[in-house]
């Protein structure tokens, strides 16, 4: 990864919209999704700063509130996010993750886009052509467009992505897309390396796949579920935070250009997660990586698949960006001279998939000698790791900062076919 151009504290803006914004969308996580959350914070940030590019007046100055990045920054932070993206569509032979994603402006047909606009969204999003794209006014028409735009982008993860009443542009507005999917697998997809520079430090970090198991995933509604559990044993970046009780892990992926973090609670009540999301800050887990400790230990990781649909005009309303969404108040001079010009809304879709490969008839969970499925103090890490309750998840590039993909597990279903193939797929080349 290229050294970025962001400064460090443009980082930690844009870390602390996405808490802002996860915080806003753990409540109106709908019924459907049963408390689980997934969203991809890069993708969103790239959308709401496109849109402060297209704006001018109080309507950029209340996006700008929003991040807290100046117009000197801007277009530093879109060409670091823009970097991570890249990366993730890059085909390599030792990368063990995909990360997909995409954003599109949807305009009513007959407004006129500045030629400036576009020259500048074009020289920011490398490789992704056509983000402004003329829409007419059907509604079928326009929805197919989206879900066609969804199933290219993310490998046709996901499917769907618009409703009608979503779509309800009129002749003077804009709609705002972004999408991402993540996806890896659990076993043996960890680096195996004898040893890394980690933080600083020279650490050995190994991890082998041991034989999966069929374990109780305790949900936060109180019911449980039989799921599949990928058995890892080696060695990963474990820590505590006392004062929260939480266990929090680190797994590298492919070369350490991307962590994924589980942030485990010590008991499976709905106060555990929720005391860790209200506390959580940008710089939490900088602060726990100077204790990190790096135990020999048994690792136990669901298989999970979540995906989420937003339509985040009311949570940004919420956040203070209004005037945006308004006719008579929008000022998006910087896309287009038509008067009346506002957002119709913004809508984001996530999904992530973390899969396994096994086989039919896994045994039940048997505790190892002296093996602890439950909370894990420092000096007992080596009991083992058992991601067998609700947590929070958090996919991030070692540098720069910033955050792919974050949610939450709380609940699980049982797992009917218990032969899982593992989906990731990959046509690797030369580097």
């Known amino acids: 990864m290229v050294d970025p151009l962001s400064s460090p504290q443009d980082l930690q803006a844009l870390n602390n919209l996405a808490l802002r914004l996860y915080r806003e969308l753990v409540q109106s996580a709908g019924k459907n999704s049963k ?3 997934v969203f991809s914070p890069t993708i969103l940030l790239i959308s709401l700063q496109q849109a402060c590019l297209a704006s001018q007046g109080k309507t950029r100055e209340q996006l700008q509130k929003l991040g807290k990045i100046p117009d000197e920054s801007l277009r530093a932070v879109l060409h670091d996010l823009e970097v991570i993206l890249q990366a993730g569509h890059v085909s390599r032979k030792d990368r063990q993750y995909d990360f997909f994603a995409a954003t599109k402006i949807l305009v009513s047909q007959g407004i006129s886009v500045s030629p400036r606009f576009a020259e500048e969204l074009k020289s920011l999003q490398a490789g992704n052509k056509d983000v402004v794209t003329p829409v007419q006014a059907d509604l079928k028409a326009t929805e197919s467009l989206i879900n066609e735009f ?14 009608e009443q979503a779509l309800a542009m009129d002749k003077d507005s804009l709609l705002l897309l972004s999408l991402g999917h993540f ?13 890394v520079n980690y933080e600083g430090r020279q650490m050995r970090a190994t991890l082998q796949a041991l034989p999966g198991t069929m374990e109780d995933f305790h949900n936060l509604d109180g019911t449980a579920a039989k799921v599949i559990m990928v058995h890892l044993e080696g060695k990963i970046f474990l820590t505590r935070d006392e004062k929260l009780k939480v266990t929090i892990a680190e797994l590298p992926l492919s070369q350490y250009d991307n962590n994924f973090v589980i942030v485990l609670p010590d008991d499976a009540k709905k106060h555990g997660l929720k005391d860790f999301e209200d506390a959580f800050k940008e710089d939490t887990f900088e602060i726990l990586r100077q204790h990190w400790q790096m135990p020999l230990t048994h690792v136990y990781l669901p298989k999970f698949s979540l995906e989420n649909h937003f339509s985040l005009n009311k949570p940004l309303q ?11 108040k929008a000022d998006l001079s910087g896309i287009s ?12 879709a996530a999904s992530i ?22 909370a894990l103090m420092p000096d007992t890490f080596a009991t083992g790791f058992h991601v067998n309750r609700p947590f ?16 939450r597990v709380v609940h699980l279903d049982e797992e009917v076919d218990r032969t899982v193939w593992n989906h990731h797929k990959h046509e690797p080349t030369d580097e």
Not at 318 to 328: C, E, N, R, T, Y
């Open 353 to 374: 998939d973390i899969s396994c490969e096994t086989s039919k008839g896994l045994p039940p969970y048997q505790p190892r000698a002296g093996e602890c499925s439950g």
């Open 183 to 195: 996806r890896s697998d659990w076993e043996d997809k960890f680096v195996k390396r004898t040893s």
């Open 150 to 163: 969804a199933k290219v982008a993310t490998e046709e993860r996901i499917q769907t992505f618009a409703t």
């Open 35 to 37: 408390g689980n959350l």
């Open 318 to 328: 919420d956040l203070g960006v209004k005037d945006i969404f308004s006719p008579a």
């Open 337 to 348: 001279a038509a008067t009346g010009l506002h957002v119709s809304d913004v809508l984001h």
């Open 392 to 407: 929070f998840f958090l996919v991030r590039p070692r540098h720069p900062e910033m955050w792919n993909v974050m949610g």
